[in-house]
Structure formats: structure tokens, C-alpha cells
């Protein structure tokens, strides 16, 4: 292959490279490029971060791969020295280790920085709110411990407000994420994961199961609308008055495999998170997730209570009736 031709298939290459790229935001959008909270807002950053410093090393490694395939070709005629003993220069082992070396520790600064905020609220001026998610088979539940009301397939929040999510699973192992407000979390049966999202403003983003957990699973889908604050007040009022209180029967039909739409309760059995929660935890102890501290004294309150909604011990409360209906 003369050098010409193979120079020609080397751009060729690199513009159908260019163009895959450039022509792939004329589609759909990205939306884990699309952050629309402070908790997404630092994952981005994270993200771009981390290009950066994986390009310093994978651009370079691909124009010497191009460059040492092209001087070194099998060709009548090459004068490229050829130095068959040749086995050992101490510049280029510096330089091939060292480099990749210091990024990974700047890599790993950056991101040891963010994993330990991110565990926090995004706004420590506004008290968090509290909302409980169960995975089923093949559906997502939310309940509002503040608010007493539960969704299915939906979830309403305040904008500028954290949401301290607690995600658990009453089905096989899955994940909760909403791209737009930050990274995913796993929701596992017996265990109560955490996670802390805002959005800045009103809008309306999509929600994922972003885990195989069966042949349903990518079905798992959900609409996060973000209202202000009185609106948000205005919605809970109007599913509290125009929608039936969940049962413990309803809950029981809701947990079978199946699909389902979007579904509102004006109430829920009393503990029934705690209750999900403590049926697989085997005795593990999940108060660091379920007892949260109050935000400062002082902070913005939300409409309803933000007082933390603790766990209960099922386990120590014999013959207790969770199928009450809070008031």
C-alpha cells in the first residue's frame, strides 16, 4: 500500500470519527449532559474534568499509534532506522508512566472531593425533604412521610428544594435515576440506600431503571415534575382531597410482577416503608439512613413538617397493627 493511499484511509477514518460525534447531538438529548440541579451540576463537572484528563493521554497514544504505523510500514524504500537490540530508553519509560501517574492522582482528587459532598445536602439554607422510594416488579413507588400522600409511576417535588431521597426494593435488585437531577442509586431489599437531588427550576425531566431486574424492567419509567413551592402545597392538598387512601391490600396487589400506570393515593399504611425495609434487613441496622439529622436551626421550611420520618423497629414491636392509615 503506498503511502498516499494509506494517508487518504487514515482521514477518511478520522472524519467518519468527527462526524459520528458531531452528528449524534442532532438526535435525542443527552440528558446526563443536561443538568438541571446543583447535584447534576457537579456530576457534569466531574464528568468534563475526567475527559479532559483521559484525552491528555488518549489523543496523543493515537497520533504516535497513526505516526509509528506509518514510519515503520513494510514498504521498499523505508529509511526508517531499524534497531532490532534496541529494548530500553529511560525518557520514554518516565514519560509513559509518570504522566498517566499524575493524572490518575488528580483524577482521584477531584473525585474522592465530589463523592464526599455529593452525601450531603446541596443546600444547606433549606431543610430537605423527605421522599421514600420502593422498587417493585416492574414499577416504582413513592411515599411522602411529611405529606402522608404516595405515588406510583410519578413524582411531584418542590424546585429549589433537597430532596432526601431513601430508595429501597421490595423485588430483585434495581436503580433509581433521574439524569437531568444527578447519578443513579441501587435499590436493594433490606437495605435503604440514600440520595440527595434538586432541581433549580420548575420543569418536568425523566425518570429510569437504569438495573436489569427482569423482562419488565425497561418499562420502569417515570415523569419528575418540579413545581414552586405553593404549587407543589396547592398539588398535595388536591391529592389528599380527590384521590383514595392506599391499603395494605392495595400495596399487596401493587408488589405483584406486572405493569401499571401512574397511580395517586391521598394516604398509606403507617410504617409501610420501615415495614418493607425491616421484612429482608435481617436485623442490619439502617438508622444512618432513616434517621437524618434536621437541617439547621433557622433554615427555610417547606410547607409541611420536615422532621425526619425515623424507622421503626418491627422487630420489637410484636403483634403491631402497620396496616393503619396515618391521620
Same mark, same amino acid.
Given at each position: 500500500? !503506498?503511502?498516499?493511499?494509506?494517508?487518504?484511509?487514515?482521514?477518511? @477514518?478520522?472524519? #467518519?470519527?468527527?462526524?459520528?460525534?458531531?452528528?449524534?447531538?442532532?438526535?435525542?438529548?443527552?440528558?446526563?449532559?443536561?443538568?438541571?440541579?446543583?447535584?447534576?451540576? &457537579?456530576?457534569?463537572?466531574?464528568?468534563?474534568?475526567? &475527559?479532559?484528563?483521559?484525552?491528555?493521554?488518549?489523543?496523543?497514544?493515537?497520533?504516535?499509534?497513526?505516526?509509528?504505523?506509518?514510519?515503520?510500514?513494510?514498504?521498499?524504500?523505508?529509511?526508517?532506522?531499524?534497531?532490532?537490540?534496541?529494548?530500553?530508553?529511560?525518557?520514554?519509560?518516565?514519560? @509513559?508512566?509518570?504522566?498517566?501517574?499524575?493524572?490518575?492522582?488528580?483524577?482521584?482528587?477531584?473525585?474522592?472531593?465530589?463523592?464526599?459532598?455529593?452525601?450531603? !445536602?446541596?443546600?444547606? +439554607?433549606?431543610?430537605?425533604? /423527605?421522599?421514600?422510594?420502593?422498587?417493585?416488579?416492574?414499577?416504582?413507588?413513592?411515599?411522602?412521610?411529611?405529606?402522608?400522600?404516595?405515588?406510583?409511576?410519578?413524582?411531584?417535588?418542590? #424546585?429549589?428544594?433537597?430532596?432526601?431521597?431513601?430508595?429501597? #426494593?421490595?423485588?430483585?435488585?434495581?436503580?433509581?435515576?433521574?439524569?437531568?437531577?444527578?447519578?443513579?442509586?441501587?435499590?436493594?431489599?433490606?437495605?435503604?440506600? +440514600?440520595?440527595?437531588?434538586?432541581?433549580?427550576?420548575?420543569?418536568?425531566?425523566?425518570?429510569? !431503571?437504569?438495573?436489569?431486574?427482569? *423482562?419488565?424492567?425497561?418499562?420502569?419509567?417515570?415523569?419528575?415534575?418540579?413545581?414552586?413551592?405553593?404549587?407543589?402545597?396547592?398539588?398535595?392538598?388536591?391529592? *389528599?382531597?380527590? /384521590?383514595?387512601?392506599?391499603?395494605?391490600?392495595?400495596?399487596?396487589?401493587?408488589? *405483584?410482577?406486572?405493569? /401499571?400506570?401512574?397511580?395517586?393515593?391521598?394516604?398509606?399504611?403507617?410504617?409501610?416503608? +420501615?415495614?418493607?425495609? #425491616?421484612?429482608?434487613?435481617?436485623?442490619?441496622?439502617?438508622?444512618?439512613?432513616?434517621?437524618?439529622?434536621?437541617?439547621?436551626?433557622?433554615?427555610? !421550611?417547606?410547607?409541611?413538617?420536615?422532621?425526619?420520618?425515623?424507622?421503626?423497629?418491627?422487630?420489637?414491636?410484636?403483634?403491631?397493627?402497620?396496616?393503619?392509615?396515618?391521620?
Amino acid at each position: 500500500m !503506498s503511502g498516499g493511499k494509506m494517508l487518504r484511509q487514515i482521514q477518511f @477514518w478520522i472524519l #467518519a470519527a468527527l462526524a459520528t460525534v458531531l452528528l449524534s447531538g442532532c438526535g435525542s438529548e443527552y440528558l446526563v449532559l443536561n443538568p438541571k440541579g446543583p447535584v447534576a451540576e &457537579t456530576q457534569y463537572n466531574l464528568i468534563i474534568i475526567s &475527559t479532559i484528563l483521559c484525552a491528555v493521554i488518549i489523543i496523543p497514544v493515537l497520533a504516535l499509534t497513526a505516526f509509528i504505523v506509518y514510519r515503520y510500514r513494510d514498504t521498499p524504500g523505508n529509511k526508517a532506522p531499524y534497531k532490532p537490540e534496541w529494548a530500553h530508553n529511560t525518557a520514554l519509560e518516565v514519560i @509513559w508512566w509518570g504522566i498517566p501517574v499524575v493524572i490518575i492522582a488528580i483524577l482521584g482528587y477531584f473525585t474522592v472531593r465530589d463523592v464526599y459532598v455529593l452525601k450531603e !445536602s446541596p443546600n444547606k +439554607e433549606v431543610a430537605p425533604m /423527605t421522599i421514600q422510594v420502593t422498587a417493585l416488579d416492574w414499577k416504582w413507588m413513592f411515599t411522602y412521610p411529611d405529606q402522608n400522600i404516595a405515588t406510583v409511576n410519578y413524582l411531584e417535588i418542590p #424546585a429549589g428544594v433537597p430532596i432526601h431521597f431513601q430508595v429501597s #426494593a421490595e423485588a430483585p435488585m434495581n436503580s433509581f435515576w433521574v439524569p437531568e437531577l444527578g447519578g443513579q442509586i441501587y435499590a436493594m431489599a433490606g437495605m435503604a440506600t +440514600e440520595l440527595y437531588l434538586q432541581a433549580d427550576e420548575p420543569g418536568e425531566f425523566q425518570g429510569f !431503571s437504569s438495573n436489569f431486574s427482569g *423482562k419488565d424492567f425497561a418499562h420502569m419509567q417515570f415523569k419528575v415534575v418540579a413545581k414552586p413551592q405553593d404549587e407543589f402545597n396547592k398539588w398535595v392538598d388536591e391529592v *389528599k382531597g380527590t /384521590t383514595p387512601a392506599m391499603s395494605k391490600e392495595d400495596y399487596n396487589e401493587l408488589k *405483584k410482577p406486572g405493569l /401499571t400506570e401512574k397511580k395517586l393515593y391521598s394516604a398509606f399504611p403507617e410504617g409501610l416503608f +420501615e415495614e418493607i425495609l #425491616a421484612r429482608y434487613s435481617h436485623g442490619h441496622d439502617m438508622d444512618h439512613v432513616m434517621k437524618k439529622e434536621p437541617a439547621e436551626t433557622g433554615a427555610k !421550611s417547606t410547607d409541611s413538617s420536615q422532621a425526619t420520618h425515623q424507622m421503626s423497629d418491627m422487630s420489637s414491636m410484636p403483634g403491631m397493627d402497620h396496616s393503619g392509615m396515618k391521620h
